[in-house]
């Protein structure tokens, strides 16, 4: 299985700053990486996937970028309703597997 | 408006089972694959099972093969996720997922998630 390493596992900020959440896979895994947010009470949220292809609704501050192994989900100014876990999860093979997740705390 | 909504959880001991449900709403049910997806108590997401939109196939991952079963009712717009021999580490809330398919799978719509405690 192809394993999904995030960092940082923590990372604060403060609303207007942008941020950058990192996901690097075992193998190659083309393009083909998804990024999630998960909220305390709300469903999880596809922002983004095939690496940079946003998600119907997802804002454009959110931008996801890389190929191969190494991939980056950013965010630019960031909003108050921003705060909360990422995921990224790869969709280039068998099995689907996830990342351990970022959480973004309010600094 | 999609929704999913999961129902079924709750405590269970080992060994025994427990069936989870999941009705679907606000898109054609049976154009979708679909897909059951957990997370462990402050760990990380783990997909479960899959299966196609007419319910001909379906797929597991090795750590729940052969006790989850996943199976859907179109006609209800309803899937399901029958658990047997369940184990401490089956402990998770678990999520309905909709499938899409770009190269393999993500998800892009969830439910809320029902919890699923294992314990004796």
């Known amino acids: 299985d192809v394993q999904m390493t995030q960092s940082p596992s923590n990372l604060a900020a403060s609303p207007g700053e942008s941020v950058s959440i990192n996901c690097k896979a075992s193998?190659?895994?083309?393009?083909?990486l998804a990024w999630y947010q998960q909220k305390p009470g709300k469903a999880n949220k596809l922002l983004i996937y095939?690496?940079?292809t946003l998600q119907s609704g997802t804002p454009s501050r959110f931008s996801g970028s890389g190929s191969g192994t190494d991939f980056t989900l950013t965010i630019r100014n960031l909003e108050p309703e921003d705060f909360g876990l990422y995921y990224c999860?790869?969709?280039?093979?068998?099995?689907?597997?996830f990342g351990a997740g970022t959480k973004l705390e309010l600094k | 408006e999609v929704q999913l909504v999961e129902t079924g959880g709750g405590l269970v001991q080992p060994g025994r089972s427990l069936k989870l449900s999941c009705v679907a709403s606000?898109?054609?049910?049976?154009?979708?694959?679909m897909s059951w997806t957990r997370q462990a108590p402050g760990k990380g997401l783990e997909w479960v099972a899959s299966?196609?939109?007419?319910?001909?196939?379906?797929y597991y991952p090795d750590s729940v093969k052969g006790r989850f079963t996943i199976s859907r009712d179109n006609a209800q717009n309803t899937l399901y996720l029958q658990m047997n021999s369940l184990r401490s580490e089956d402990t998770a809330t678990y999520y309905c997922?909709?499938?899409?398919?770009?190269?393999?799978?993500?998800?892009?719509?969830w439910g809320p998630g029902t919890m699923v405690t294992v314990s004796s």
């Open positions: 193998k190659s895994i083309s393009k083909y």
């Open positions: 999860q790869q969709h280039n093979e068998y099995p689907p597997t």
């Open positions: 299966i196609t939109n007419s319910g001909g196939s379906t």
């Open positions: 997922t909709r499938e899409k398919q770009l190269r393999y799978w993500y998800f892009d719509f």
């Open positions: 095939s690496g940079s």
């Open positions: 606000g898109f054609t049910f049976n154009n979708y694959w």
